[in-house]
């Protein structure tokens, strides 16, 4: 039996200027310890309890980064930690706070990433929150009671590179301050579970360097915007790949972003800048899939399911050659699974299930790996292994069948060859014969040279037999 041990955090230990205090993923009990100069605090995961000391911004000035996440930590946010001028990283996430954002952040300045997420924190957003962290690249308030409309406008955010704003409870359809003037660097947008309603926005389109777009579990209606399919996540170029990685790899560990991905929730930390990523899933979009999505060669996972989708799936879906994860379910597609689909070599996650597509389930290429019924299920006219429904025609990439289709092609080239060689025998024949036969002169002149030819041939004939005749005589004469 393992006994867990607690220990009371130090609270005379003489620390210089520029120290830092790591303690996390330990036992303590007792209050956050002041140390004025501390430029680190990191006591993540302690099992933490009580307040933040409401003299804390006042009290450890030079401090830079702060982590208190993973605790039990209860109160509100002491509003001194505006005064801290030199804080760079505040995360408080994953705790038992309460009340309202407080709105005056203003001081600031250093400020980058603040994650407050998963605490129970209530009230709205202030419009001027980047005005009054101009620094500001993350921010994570996920997880909270945090309600009403967003902001009409939400300017100088040019710097923001991740917002993430689910499981909240704002109303409303997504604003006009989602657009690539005021956020040119955003590359992750996580509204998911909220009560958004109204249309996708066009100027979700033009967010020059998007490339996860998460609007699950909301109202959502309308189609989805065609302009979607020349979004950033399309391509995103080495040089763009590599600066972004650097970037991220400072990243304090409370950045790891978790998405659903494959059916499952997924974390992602340090690789998080390689994820391309859309989920519209669990909302009530209509109308069909635009062909325009199949632009994004360089996304990597798409669901569209649990929503109110209609027509065909795009022929030119197999375009998406990096897609991984590919969930159409629980919607009103049909027609068949597109031919180009066998070309998806990354896809290793498919679900087509509750629709009503019909055809033959592909069986080559990749299809060979996505053999599990539940990926087929509930689609009535769908046919062939792994259903058990056996379809009543043959599948055009059944390699028996192309065989046979081969042998009859075969069949084919050897009758016209055939054909041809009649075809020409009776045009050479008419053509000389109905020559003759219409024109008098060249009939008389053509069988005049006929006899002339037999005549000689003849006269030929019998030179030779004279001779042949003449030398057998010389021959018995000598031997008598």
């Not at 330990?26 to 956050?32: M, W």
């Not at 967003?150 to 040019?158: D, H, K, R």
């Not at 609007?215 to 959502?220: Q, T």
């Not at 632009?295 to 649990?306: A, E, I, P, V």
């Amino acid at each position: 039996m393992c006994l867990m041990n607690y220990y009371e955090l130090p609270n005379s230990t003489y620390l210089t200027v520029g120290s830092s205090i790591l303690l996390g993923f330990n036992q303590f009990e007792g209050s956050i310890p002041i140390r004025p100069n501390v430029t680190l605090l990191s006591l993540r995961n302690i099992l933490l309890s009580g307040s933040i000391p409401w003299n804390i911004g006042q009290e450890m000035l030079q401090l830079e980064d702060l982590y208190l996440s993973d605790n039990f930590l209860t109160g509100s946010i002491p509003p001194s930690i505006k005064e801290m001028r030199n804080l760079s990283t505040l995360d408080i996430s994953s705790n038992k706070l309460s009340g309202e954002l407080f709105e005056q952040w203003m001081g600031l300045e250093k400020l980058w990433f603040l994650d407050l997420s998963y605490n129970h924190l209530s009230g709205g957003i202030s419009i001027s929150i980047c005005s009054q962290l101009p620094s500001l690249s993350w921010l994570k308030l996920g997880g909270n009671n945090l309600s009403g409309r967003f902001p009409s406008s939400f300017p100088n955010c040019t710097s923001l590179v991740a917002l993430d704003l689910r499981e909240n409870g704002f109303s409303g359809t997504i604003p006009n301050w989602v657009n690539a003037e005021d956020m040119a660097s955003l590359n992750y947008l996580r509204l998911r579970s909220n009560r958004l309603h109204g249309e996708i926005p066009e100027q979700l389109c033009y967010l020059p360097s998007l490339h996860v777009l998460d609007l699950a579990y909301n109202n959502l209606s309308g189609p989805i915007p065609k302009c979607l399919g020349n979004g950033s996540v399309r391509m995103k170029s080495p040089g763009y790949l590599f600066h972004f990685m650097s970037l991220t790899r400072h990243l304090p560990s409370s950045a790891d972003l978790e998405f659903i991905v494959k059916g499952r929730l997924t974390e992602y930390s340090k690789i998080v800048s390689l994820v391309n990523l859309i989920d519209l899933s669990c909302n009530n979009l209509s109308g069909e899939i635009p062909e325009e999505l199949s632009n994004l060669s360089r996304l990597g996972s798409l669901n569209l399911s649990y929503n109110n989708l209609m027509g065909k799936i795009p022929e030119i879906i197999g375009k998406m050659q990096l897609l991984e994860s590919l969930d159409l379910s629980w919607n009103h597609l049909s027609g068949p699974i597109p031919p180009s689909m066998t070309s998806m070599t990354a896809l290793n996650y498919l679900n087509l299930s509750h629709n009503n597509l019909s055809g033959q389930i592909p069986s080559s290429n990749q299809f060979q790996t996505l053999n599990d019924q539940w990926i087929y299920d509930c689609n009535p006219g769908l046919c062939g292994p792994p259903l058990p429904t056996k379809c009543s025609f043959p599948s055009s990439d059944d390699p028996s069948n192309r065989d046979q289709s081969a042998d009859e092609d075969d069949d084919h080239e050897t009758l016209w060859f055939y054909a041809s060689i009649a075809l020409g025998y009776i045009v050479g024949f008419w053509a000389v014969c109905g020559t003759l036969l219409m024109n008098k002169s060249l009939r008389h002149a053509y069988f005049k040279s006929a006899y002339a030819c037999k005549k000689s041939s003849w006269s030929s004939l019998q030179f030779v037999w004279l001779v042949s005749a003449k030398k057998a005589e010389d021959v018995s004469r000598l031997t008598e």
